[in-house]
């Protein structure tokens, strides 16, 4: 079994750069968060002084979902 490539993204990926995940990692799957936890990550207050807190569910659910093979792509300001 190949790995998987989680986003934690704020759009979605091109044709291109799926097949590049696929080929060049040996991905056989690409997982956005599920919509709870990307409505999270899209919509990130810039007053906060601190993200350990407010991206707890973020590092919850990967921490239970990640294998030791598997890729995080993360994307943001």
């Known amino acids: 079994m190949g790995s998987t490539f989680y986003l934690l993204f704020s759009h ?7 097949s590049e995940v696929k080929n060049n990692l040996a991905c056989d799957a690409i997982i ?3 919509q709870d936890l990307q409505e999270l990550w899209s919509n990130i207050p ?3 002084d601190s993200l350990f807190f407010y991206l707890s ?3 919850e659910y990967l ?14 300001d």
């Open 46 to 48: 810039s007053e906060l």
């Open 57 to 59: 569910p973020i590092k």
């Open 12 to 18: 979605t990926l091109t044709k291109e750069q799926i």
């Open 63 to 76: 921490c239970s979902n990640l294998n030791k093979k598997d890729y995080v792509l993360v994307q943001g």
């Open 32 to 34: 956005s968060l599920p």
